[in-house]
């Protein structure tokens, strides 16, 4: 790919990849894009894993024999997606030593039903923990509200984790104060803070969409103008944020016990309308220090023809103020745009795994039925 990567790179952003596979794994495109296109990180969700597991034969043999053992469906889902996150992990693991744990991370999200239970969504990132057993693993954990206690608990208990579903730049706040909340505790229980990982996922692209939405209901040249601003603005003042925590003293206390920042991770940055440069949710959040997941499609546009900047993000934040106060002015509600792109990726990725779930339990139902056939 061209040299754009390359440029992304040396100006501080980590590229991950925002897609897993079987097939990825074992034709060595993953390994590849790692070799030789600068990738450090994959990141996974329910929609990827239902994708992956229902478009393609290489889980088959593994369904098979699940079902002849006869374990349940919830088991053998995340025997499916635990074994694709372990080896991508090793996969990934020489990037991991040689970055000092920075990068080569894997994600892996807990139940997207569990997102409004802090009890459950512990116990599930702890057995998720335990079952990959990879130091480069993330859990990923929605940040609705109900969940911050349980992000900042799975640190505390030293597990490295991906809070996902960022939107408000308040509730990115909320989240990195669990992260401080988190290592303090970790660090009184005597964990080793250089080991324990964790990136704040504040999802970009779908914010344009509900916003540009609701923008054109309202249907004035003020609003027209203001089409396609919302979503790098938003983002941008939350890497002012960032900045903002990972400079006080309570961070620093931290630093100097060896633990290492949380950092912004731009999600859902691929390009929902195609009037928008399929680059602009890349080029447009260029910073130090952030990672941008992104499919291979975004990659290789990226590769192709993104003009990347030193720094997009930095000496723009009085203007990304300026759009959303704009937005406000002329009648737009943040407060329940994020809240309802909330409610609606929680929603999604339910409805993801509850696809997945039931088709895998028919071909499971389907691979039982056939041994019995077999035996008679």
């Not at 504040?202 to 309202?218: N, W």
Request: aromatic share 6%; net charge negative; hydrophobic share 40%.
């Amino acid at each position: 790919m061209a040299d754009a990567l390359t440029t992304l790179t040396e100006h501080g952003v980590s590229l991950w990849l925002d897609d897993l596979d079987r097939d990825r794994l074992t034709s060595g495109s993953l390994a590849g894009l790692i070799a030789h296109d600068h990738v450090v990180g994959v990141t996974t969700n329910p929609t990827i894993f239902a994708k992956a597991i229902t478009g393609s034969d290489a889980y088959d043999d593994q369904i098979r024999s699940l079902a002849v053992r006869g374990v349940d469906t919830g088991e053998a889902l995340r025997a499916l997606t635990t074994h694709d996150v372990r080896d991508a992990c090793d996969v990934l693991r020489p990037v991991y030593d040689a970055t000092g744990g920075v990068d080569g991370r894997v994600s892996i999200e807990v139940d997207p039903r569990l997102a409004h239970d802090p009890d459950a969504t512990v116990a599930e990132a702890e057995a998720l923990w335990w079952t990959i057993d990879r130091p480069n693993l993330f859990i990923k954990i929605a940040a609705t509200r109900q969940a911050l206690p349980a992000i900042t608990t799975c640190l505390a208990e030293g597990i490295s984790v991906n809070v996902t579903l960022i939107f408000s730049l308040q509730r990115y706040d909320a989240v990195m104060n669990a992260f401080l909340d988190g290592m303090e505790q970790a660090r009184h229980a005597g964990h080793d803070l250089s080991r324990i990982a964790s990136v704040a996922s504040f999802f970009v692209s779908r914010v344009d969409t509900e916003v540009d939405a609701r923008l054109d209901k309202i249907g004035t040249a003020a609003a027209t103008q203001l089409r396609g601003r919302a979503a790098i603005a938003n983002a941008r003042l939350a890497y002012q944020r960032y900045e903002r925590v990972f400079s006080s003293p309570r961070w620093e206390a931290l630093r100097t016990a060896g633990a290492n920042p949380q950092r912004p991770l731009w999600a859902s940055t691929s390009v929902k309308d195609p009037a928008y440069a399929d680059t602009r949710y890349v080029v447009g959040l260029v910073a130090p220090g952030v990672v941008n997941t992104m499919p291979e499609a975004t990659l290789r546009a990226v590769a192709d023809h993104g003009e990347v900047p030193d720094d997009s993000v930095r000496d723009h934040y009085d203007d990304a103020q300026r759009v959303l106060d704009r937005l406000q002015q002329i009648g737009l509600d943040y407060d329940d745009v994020v809240r309802t792109l909330e409610d609606n990726g929680v929603a999604a990725f339910e409805t993801s795994w509850d696809h997945l779930t039931d088709q895998l339990a028919e071909t499971m139902r389907a691979h039982a039925a056939a041994r019995r056939d077999s035996r008679t």
